[in-house]
């Protein structure tokens, strides 16, 4: 079964301060997707990154970059140079490709970014 | 173009009491996939629903369903209400799997 771990609950930076959330997760397909959503106070969850498992490739987006390894299972997100407006909860999750569109999310980050 | 629309936004109920939600799909999507968030469990899957057909089913008492209408949108439903079942409910939209799925801003659920 399929399983998504984010093991930091709540991170507190100060503005300017570059963090990295992590995420690992276990599949046994071998074609999956990976994503990463930000859910601000208001609740709607916010569409980040996809990734397909096929794609190792590490992308920069901005202030965002995401490192994805197979090796080690893991899809880990790194804010650069953070600003307050960043503080929200992170979530990352899995679609397995058998599984039709079913997200299995892990338990979230808190980020929190101090002026 | 549109977002994930879902009313209403705040609900409350009574215990025993039964509910419906609401979700409109972005436009041309026809996966429609239903969450429940919750401080303990975090984000579960309830279902999800593909050209009307449910394609895909979590872990969830036989009290929670759904249904999906041939213009995408869905519903769901849940019966018998238990103050456990007090949670945001978020539902999501996706052109098919592996698509990005793209999220409404919820509806929250109180069950007293």
């Known amino acids: 079964a399929q399983k998504v771990t984010q093991a930091q609950t709540e991170i507190s930076v100060v503005e300017k301060e570059d963090v990295t959330l992590d995420c690992v997760y276990e599949t046994r397909d071998t074609t999956y997707y990976l994503f990463w959503y930000k859910q601000p106070p208001s609740g709607e969850l916010v569409f980040l990154i996809r990734?397909?498992?096929?794609?190792?490739q590490n992308e920069i987006s901005g202030r965002y970059s995401w490192n994805f390894q197979k090796s080690t299972s893991s899809f880990n997100f790194t804010i650069t140079a953070s600003q307050v407006v960043d503080s929200a909860v992170y979530f990352c999750a899995l679609s397995e490709a058998d599984a039709g569109n079913m997200l299995t999310f892990g338990g979230g980050t808190r980020l929190m970014v101090k002026p | 173009k549109a977002g994930v629309t879902q009313t209403p936004r705040y609900l409350i109920k009574t215990r025993g009491q039964q509910v419906t939600l609401s979700c409109s799909p972005i436009s041309g999507h026809r996966s429609v996939s239903w969450y429940q968030q919750t401080p303990g469990q975090g984000l579960q899957f309830l279902f999800e629903y593909f050209s009307e057909t449910q394609r895909n089913k979590g872990n969830f008492p036989g009290r929670f369903s759904g249904r999906q209408f041939s213009n995408s949108r869905s519903e769901m439903n849940v019966s018998t209400l238990e103050l456990g079942d007090s949670a945001l409910y978020l539902c999501a939209s996706s052109l098919g799997m592996g698509a990005v799925a793209f999220f409404g801003q919820g509806t929250r659920l109180t069950v007293v």
């Open positions: 990734r397909n498992s096929f794609d190792e």
